[in-house]
């Protein structure tokens, strides 16, 4: 079975650091986008950072490029998301996804930024 397990996250002061994983497994196609989406409280889930397999074409989004960072570890079959300068609106639940013929969902990670 298809089953993404996250790890890392949690509280850090404004301008620190910290790194999400996300392990995948039981995933039967080679083809597919991996990435992350966060939601913060009374906010709309936003599409954080995404990395495609098949051309290793790579998305950030504009609040985040130039601070996070997406890379794989194809032969962990784990992604990472390495949060550096963080900010008090990074602040959110962040969930990691692979999108293949659907779309699965880790379980979710809390990353909270304090001033």
């Known amino acids: 079975d298809e089953q993404l397990v996250q790890s890392g996250g949690g509280s850090v002061q404004v301008g620190g650091s910290l790194r999400l994983s996300c392990a995948f ?17 009374g906010k709309e889930r936003e599409g954080v ?27 962990k079959k784990t992604v990472y998301l390495q949060m ?14 692979v999108k293949t013929a659907g779309v699965y969902w880790g379980q979710g990670t809390q990353v909270t930024v304090s001033s």
């Open 25 to 41: 497994s039981g995933f039967r196609y080679n083809d597919y986008t991996i990435g992350w989406f966060r939601q913060a409280p």
């Open 49 to 75: 950072s995404m990395i495609s397999s098949g051309d290793g074409n790579i998305y950030l989004s504009d609040s985040v490029k130039g601070r996070f960072t997406i890379s794989s570890d194809n032969a």
């Open 84 to 97: 550096n300068s963080l900010k008090p609106e990074d602040t959110a639940v962040y969930h990691c996804y």
